[in-house]
């Protein structure tokens, strides 16, 4: 399942490193956010054309497939660095110490392999659609208004990379937690338990309440 999840800090490299890449993680995040909102704009735009003077935007489906991507995997390396991955942990969390943190590292190279073979098979993929000596550098367009499909062929291994990026700094998180035996070590998801959940959240509405205050 997908549990809340803490991700502590402090002033080793690794945890600079950790903070730098979350925050090109937070952008790409943003960009799919505003991809949902365009399409959700682009929706409206479509329908009241359509009833209104019965015509919808041209290429309206073009359109949402070219956006589809940046939705799909932006935000994949942002939730991991979080924790919000759906995953069974069942077993995870009867684990403690050492234990732990060598079956999180087992977990997360099987991981980066795939992503590695992700990125790799993609990409192929994104070299089968381009072309410098073609109109618009591509073999390829969508199939109503002709919008080159090699941009959004290349997010998913840009996406894909920086996803590579972050599961490289965790298993370097890890292997340190495992070599030094840490109880709560930095530039990893720590997962919390439901009592930490709960006063999380406590103090979070007692923030708010604070802040309504006059």
Known sequence: MAGNASVLTDDTRLSKIDQTLYIIENKLALISGMAVFFLMMLAV??????NLINQPIPGYVDWIEQAMPLIAFMGIAFTQRDGGHIRMDILIRMLHGRSLWIAEFISTTAILVLMILL???????????????LPLWSRD??????????????????AF??????????????????????????AIPLILSAAQQAAQEADTVADLNIEERP
């Open 161 to 186: 990379s920086v996803l590579c990026l972050r599961l490289v700094i965790q298993l370097f998180a890890y292997a340190r937690a495992i070599k030094n035996n840490e109880t709560e070590p930095v």
């Open 45 to 50: 735009v479509s329908v009241s054309g359509r």
């Open 119 to 133: 990125v790799w098979g993609s990409f192929a993929h994104f070299q089968r659609s381009f072309d410098f000596g």
């Open 141 to 158: 367009s969508s199939m109503d208004i002709a919008i080159p499909l090699w941009p959004t062929k290349l997010l998913a291994p840009i």
